[in-house]
């Protein structure tokens, strides 16, 4: 199971970090990823991190501002969120996926619901 959680109305250039809380299974072995999916577009790759060596992928779109962590002790996942823009509005859902396959929402196993961010100008 996964619970996103962090979500909500921050302004244009600040900063929100969102939490994913994992249970239920051993995600030692997956990589842990972020999404996002604003109204009217398709569910977008934010980032990963590999619980086992902490690898992490960024999206384009976000390289340089977002950084994803995870504290296996607490096994919770986070998305740092700095200089937000009104594009990085939408719903942000973490999600799990097995070692070996690609970054595509279609690849990953286990969802959370989405938390919203909304950015105000």
């Known amino acids: 199971q996964l619970q996103a959680f962090g979500g909500g109305l921050v302004q244009v250039g600040g900063s929100q970090r969102l939490s994913c809380a994992a249970s239920?299974?051993?995600?030692?072995?997956?990589?842990m990823g972020w999404f996002r999916q604003a109204p009217g577009k398709e569910r977008e790759f934010v980032g990963s991190?590999?619980?086992?060596?902490?690898?992490?992928n960024y999206a384009d779109s976000v390289k340089g501002r977002f950084t994803i962590s995870r504290d296996n002790a607490k096994n919770t996942l986070y998305l740092q969120m700095n200089s937000l823009k009104p594009e990085d509005t939408a719903v942000y859902y973490c999600?799990?996926?097995?070692?070996?396959?690609?970054?595509?929402?279609?690849?990953?196993?286990?969802w959370g619901q989405g938390t919203q961010v909304t950015v105000s100008s």
């Open positions: 999600a799990t996926r097995p070692l070996g396959r690609r970054n595509s929402a279609l690849e990953f196993d286990y």
């Open positions: 239920g299974r051993d995600f030692r072995n997956d990589v």
């Open positions: 991190i590999s619980w086992i060596g902490g690898v992490t």
